[in-house]
């Protein structure tokens, strides 16, 4: 069984820095998509950033430059560094994975990123 594992969210002001985590387990991700999306209230979740099995990034214009998308292949984890947090990357963030071989999607329980003005 597919469980998407993920930490981090929280509370933070204006300028300031939050870390999200998020590991995979229950199936072989080695050759997949690890993403972050993000939602807020009234809109549509929309991508943030992604990283493939070799390590190319890419990222919604909104956050390039602010945010860091990495992973660890051995323990199956992505993360993504927030800098500069500004009050509208308020949203409930989604770590997302795709598998390259099927391109099944599997999804994370959401965690909430408050940023106060």
């Known amino acids: 069984q597919v469980q998407l594992v993920e930490s981090g969210g929280g509370l933070v002001q204006a300028g300031g820095s939050l870390r999200l985590s998020c590991a995979a387990s229950g199936n072989d991700f080695s050759i997949s998509i690890m993403a972050w999306y993000r939602q807020s209230p009234g809109n549509q979740r929309e991508p943030v950033a992604a990283i493939n099995s070799g390590g190319s990034t890419n990222y919604a214009d909104s956050v390039k430059g602010r945010f860091t998308i990495s992973r660890d292949y051995a323990k199956n984890t992505v993360s993504l560094q927030m800098n500069n947090l500004k009050p509208e990357d308020t949203a409930v963030y989604y770590c997302?994975?795709?598998?390259?071989?099927?391109?099944?999607?599997?999804w994370g329980q959401g965690t909430q990123v408050t940023v106060s003005s």
């Open positions: 997302n994975v795709r598998l390259v071989r099927n391109s099944v999607d599997y």
